[in-house]
């Protein structure tokens, strides 16, 4: 366990309250700044979008299993019990961190609760598929090469394209925006890094995607420089991650997995007996026996739905105990791994990705849907680079009315257009999607 006491003046900057506008809101302090981070997010039109976008399991066939959104609650509720329980062991260290404890404890739960509500805003419709698809129907084209990916897209959403306020989408904390950034470099220093890693098989788990395109690197200079993120120097543009992103990054990880695994049990995916097989690696036998009593009692819903909410609260903790012996580590942003990985629920996460990949995310209702919506979003993409590379041509002209929300012209270079595409599918929800497709195809 390290013994490194936090240093209060590196916690004050990483958790400041300066907008990416520097500009003041200029209402009473009723509510902190995080709040209202948190707010802005919650009545976000993405995050409504959210509720029409898949997390695994198709959409309309079960009221029961999750979507983008109700994930993405979930992902929140266990992120701020995380952020609260890092506040109170720094408090634990040293008293003269704040002024304000209670202030601290809420500020930090509600940072780390505003990043996981915003942690999946930039994915497109029909989820990984459809980044795939983005990323497929760009080669033989004058992109080919470009990747899409989702935590950078979010990352623009966030900064540029959200719901504008003062230019600078949804005008967030630099800490919230710290905090939401789970790769903070461009592709170009995440290549550099795997190639590092082909030398030493280190690779810095930061750098394992990236999270900002270059039209958004500006912006994340100035959130870096006013939290005080420091620089990878052989990775440049890269920085060490924000503390609060290890959070986010590990209440995702304990809700995406376990509740998959409630999801393919209530879609009968899995068997309950399965289900619990692969959830008892978390709990102890005791919590077991519990829950095979109320099935015996109420039914395996009811049972699952017990063992997913015994199996968070085992993780949450485990996660507390890595905090403790990692205080240093995570405050300077250069854990080696993630926190769920590094806990003594690493080996069990592990056979539960095992398990989910080969027995759920392959199986036939996720991979039909999957299918699918790579097939909508591929057709798109080809029809809408007519637009972005001739949008004079006659079909061009035509496709410009369905981008009129999105302020284009023809008077935009091509680059522009190209972002103004993708921002345009990448946020749109599934049936969404698959209404334009419908719609531009003639398919009734």
Known sequence: MSNAAPTSCQWNQLLSPVRLSRVNSGKAASRSDFNRDYGRVLYSSAFRRMQDKTQVFPLGRNDYVRTRLTHSLEVSNVGRALGQSLAGMLLAQDTSIVSNPHSLIADMG?????????????????????????????????????????????????????????????????????AFSKYPCIRAASDSARELQLQDNSLYVGCKKFGIYDSELGSFELVAKQVG??????????????????????????????????????????SYDEASAQLGMLVDDSAVDYCNKIRREEGDKSAIRAMRAIAVGCCIDAINHCMVDHLAELRDGNLSQSLIKMSTMGAAHAALEDFSFKSIYRHEQVVSVELAGYQVIKKLIDLFMEWVIDPTSTLGSMLESQLKPLKSGPEMEEKERFQCMLDYISEMTDSKSLQTYRSLFGIS
């Open 229 to 270: 993120l420091r620089t990878m120097q052989s990775l440049l543009p890269a920085w060490y991650r924000h503390p609060l992103s290890y959070l986010m990054e590990a209440a995702d990880d304990i809700s995406y997995l376990i509740a998959d695994i409630e999801d393919a049990c209530v879609s009968q995916v899995i």
């Open 110 to 178: 509600e940072l780390v609760a505003t990043a996981c509500l915003a942690h999946d805003l930039g994915n497109p419709p029909f989820g990984h598929s459809g980044e795939d698809a983005i990323s497929a129907s760009l080669q033989g084209t004058p992109y080919q090469g470009f990747i899409f990916e989702g935590n950078a897209q979010g990352f623009r959403l966030l900064t540029s394209t959200c719901d504008p306020m003062r230019n600078c989408g949804l005008d967030l904390t630099v800490a919230s925006l710290a």
